[in-house]
């Protein structure tokens, strides 16, 4: 359950099956707020931070859950923060905000997966990440456990597998494909960006979590894509970052 004293979330962007996905975040120092917005099996993204904190989160209630009704909320780590701010200091490449490229579609999810993080990196003039094959089973493993808990980033928390130090994840994407999560969710978290300024955190990096993590620097070992699919056709997508 979300904890207390946490403010509650803005509304965000419409999720692929009609719901809004709102946002939410641990208030610094804090517990948590619970997010606005969404339904029960709209689309949807959400992000965690610090696999270093996870342990100590779960047991003191601190984390934040992503419940139906409340589709995207962050843990927010004060202090661990890589906004990954792009520039154009290469003298040639000027960073688009507001960059739509073509999502790939190879019929390999796992490789478009990466491949539509790096289109985004590419946009704000970062170097791509290289794709993590090796993080993938785990992935997997995250999105359908989070399936089994209804909870985004269960089992990141939970230490299920060596999920890496970072996590987004778009939940329960109803009436969709994975190749239409890929394209719709990913586009939703790079929307997110940027932050207004150096330092996010609290309702700041509620609001830009997924951007931050899909842009940041901190994390070059690579990104590695989960899929899973419900029986009732929810499909949930984590990508998790090394």
């Given at each position: 359950m979300p904890?207390?004293?946490?403010?509650?979330?803005?509304?965000?962007?419409?999720?692929?099956?009609?719901?809004?996905?709102?946002?939410?975040?641990?208030?610094?120092?804090?517990?948590?707020?619970?997010?606005?917005?969404?339904?029960?099996g709209s689309g949807g993204s959400t992000m965690i931070r610090d696999a270093a904190a996870r342990d100590s989160m779960a047991r003191d209630g601190s984390a934040v859950i992503d419940l139906p009704g409340q589709r995207d909320v962050a843990i927010d780590i004060p202090g661990n923060r890589d906004t990954g701010t792009a520039n154009g200091g290469d003298g040639g490449c000027v960073p688009d905000y507001a960059c739509k490229p073509s999502s790939p579609n190879t019929g390999d999810i796992y490789a478009d997966c990466a491949a539509r993080v790096n289109q985004f990196r590419a946009?704000?003039?970062?170097?791509?990440?290289?794709?993590?094959?090796?993080?993938?089973?785990?992935?997997?493993q995250d999105a359908q456990y989070d399936s089994q808990q209804n909870t985004?980033?269960?089992?990141?928390?939970?230490?299920?597998?060596?999920?890496?130090?970072?996590?987004?994840?778009?939940?329960?994407?109803?009436?969709?494909?994975?190749?239409?999560?890929?394209?719709?969710?990913l586009q939703m978290m790079f929307d997110e960006g940027p932050p207004p300024t150096a330092t996010c955190t609290g309702q700041c990096y509620s609001d830009h979590g997924h951007y931050i993590n899909m842009t940041g620097t901190k994390y070059k070992n690579g990104v590695a894509c989960g899929f899973y699919t419900t029986a009732s056709g929810g499909i949930w997508a984590a990508q998790n970052f090394q």
């Open positions: 904890g207390t004293g946490g403010s509650a979330g803005t509304g965000g962007a419409a999720g692929s099956s009609g719901g809004a996905k709102g946002s939410g975040g641990v208030p610094a120092g804090g517990a948590s707020g619970a997010g606005t917005g969404g339904v029960t946009c704000v003039c970062l170097p791509p990440l290289p794709r993590w094959t090796a993080g993938e089973a785990c992935a997997d985004a980033h269960a089992g990141f928390q939970a230490g299920i597998c060596a999920s890496g130090n970072a996590q987004d994840e778009c939940p329960n994407w109803t009436g969709s494909t994975p190749e239409k999560v890929i394209d719709g969710c």
